[in-house]
């Protein structure tokens, strides 16, 4: 059974966030992820973690302004020093709350200059943090309009090209389905370089159970295929986050 994480963005949030690493532990999850962990010290997010007994699995780069701000600046021309300063603020933060993962976002760009500055951009972080696992993943452009990675091929490409063995791909099962009209088939496509997983329903982006993905076939696929790493929750919870977790396999022992 895969190991299953807590988008805390995204779920619990009738709590405050320090107080989401306890309520996801109990409901079942084993780790926990934050897009942008940055307004509040890492210290206590940490120990939130720690006592709750939850991994850190993930966190995005840049770190500002999850309302409505950028979505990163490694595929725009002409902003490497922003992306490479926002790059070393998270690596501390990473460090201090062992985040398995650090996932960089492309920003808004289009053209061969904006695919450039993106592989300088992943090659430069890879060879800056080699101990660090870092991930690039593509967004849907119904949500993420002008968002320069909307391509799992491209994605592929990337990563074939930096050649860096700590960059691979995070697929998340709801921007696959809108990207190419098949998540299943886009997983198995590209399951060689998935190091992360996101899941969530289409349409709604909600709780992983009904709609157009089978999600509890993608898990006995995962446990099949002898997949190691993190899935995680990321959806936008219909209610209460407890209320809805129906679909959360639970481990026994």
Request: charged share 20%; hydrophobic share 45%.
């Amino acid at each position: 059974m895969p190991r299953f994480a807590a988008n805390l963005t995204m779920l619990f949030t009738e709590l405050p966030m320090l107080d989401r690493f306890a309520a996801a532990a109990d409901a079942g999850f084993e780790g926990a992820e934050i897009l942008f962990p940055y307004d509040i010290p890492a210290r206590d997010l940490s120990r939130a973690a720690i006592s709750a007994g939850l991994e850190f699995v993930l966190m995005n780069t840049p770190p500002p302004n999850w309302a409505g701000g950028p979505r990163g600046f490694a595929a725009e021309p002409g902003r490497e020093d922003r992306f490479r300063s926002d790059f070393d603020r998270a690596l501390r933060f990473a460090g201090a709350l062992r985040a398995r993962h650090i996932h960089i976002m492309a920003g808004y760009a289009q053209g061969p200059e904006a695919q450039d500055s993106f592989a300088r951009n992943l090659a430069w972080a890879a060879a800056r943090a080699p101990h660090v696992s870092l991930t690039i993943e593509p967004l849907n452009p119904k949500d993420q309009p002008g968002y320069f990675l909307a391509d799992f091929g491209l994605a592929a490409e990337l990563i074939a090209e930096v050649g860096a063995p700590n960059l691979g791909l995070q697929f998340d099962s709801y921007h696959a389905h809108l990207i190419t009209g098949d998540a299943m088939a886009t997983w198995r496509r590209h399951a060689s370089i998935i190091r992360h997983i996101q899941i969530a329903s289409v349409p709604g982006r909600h709780e992983p159970s009904g709609g157009m993905i089978d999600h509890q076939g993608f898990f006995a696929a995962l446990d099949h295929s002898g997949y190691k790493g993190w899935v995680s929750a990321e959806y936008n919870p219909a209610g209460l986050t407890a209320q809805g977790l129906g679909w959360l396999p639970r481990r026994i022992g």
